[in-house]
């Protein structure tokens, strides 16, 4: 069967410090992979979709970026957090582009 | 482009009652339909799917959702709410099953009363 897995689950940051999110997916190949933000009180973002190895897509303007190094391995980064970068992160896959989406744990960021 | 709306941010039932969660979407071409729930910081979990066919869907846990094309509805029911029941609720939609354009609603944040 599939997993996904997202590190760190919890993450305190300073405002200007770098980011890094890690997300993995396990028991399938080419996935299609995403990166959605939650903030508090409100609906899912999405931020960025790959639909393979440096195939990247961003789906809005921000100081964040995504790279896609493996297969199954999505990346979330940025070079100077921001207050407004606080909230729930959440990488997801589907089995291609034609497919419900399966979420991972997600990583709560906290940026001070 | 598809939209979805969800009636209520904020729902209450007790344990026991019927739950219903609504959900309305809007799309140019046939809709995928999805709910999701999520459990407080954790990610979202998919409860069912309707695709095509038969427009009475179950899911997990219980759950059930209709879909009625002449009211672009896509409604969340369960006849009898239980307490570990309690999580935010998303109803999603995408063009013909597209993932990379799935579109969610807001949430609905179920509270479940004993």
């Known amino acids: 069967s599939q997993t996904i897995h997202q590190w760190p689950a919890t993450l305190v940051q300073p405002v200007g410090s770098p980011l890094s999110l890690e997300c993995t997916v396990e028991?399938?190949?080419?996935?299609?992979l995403y990166w959605y933000r939650q903030a508090a009180g409100r609906g899912l973002q999405l931020l960025f979709y790959?639909?393979?190895?440096?195939?990247i897509s961003s789906e809005v303007p921000q100081n964040l970026s995504a790279s896609r190094p493996q297969d199954r391995q999505f990346i979330l980064s940025s070079k100077k957090l921001l207050l407004s970068d606080s909230g729930f992160y959440l990488c997801?896959?589907?089995?291609?582009?034609?497919?419900?989406?399966?979420f991972g744990p997600g990583t709560r960021l906290t940026v001070l | 482009a598809q939209s979805v709306t969800q009636l209520g941010s904020h729902v209450s039932v007790s344990e026991g009652a019927l739950v219903l969660l609504r959900c309305n979407y809007s799309?140019?071409?046939?809709?995928?339909l999805f709910w999701y729930v999520q459990y407080p910081n954790q990610g979202l979990q998919l409860l069912l799917k309707?695709?095509?066919?038969?427009?009475l869907v179950k899911g997990i846990n219980g759950f059930e959702a209709e879909f009625k094309k002449s009211e672009t509805s896509f409604h969340l029911t369960k006849p009898s709410a239980h307490m570990s029941d309690a999580a935010e609720y998303f109803c999603?939609?995408?063009?013909?099953?597209?993932?990379?354009?799935?579109?969610f609603g807001s949430g609905t944040q179920l509270t479940v009363l004993p």
């Open positions: 309707y695709t095509t066919g038969a427009t």
């Open positions: 997801a896959w589907s089995p291609g582009g034609y497919n419900e989406q399966f």
């Open positions: 999603a939609v995408s063009p013909s099953g597209s993932a990379r354009q799935l579109t």
């Open positions: 799309s140019s071409v046939p809709p995928y």
């Open positions: 790959s639909v393979g190895i440096g195939q």
């Open positions: 028991g399938t190949s080419n996935p299609n």
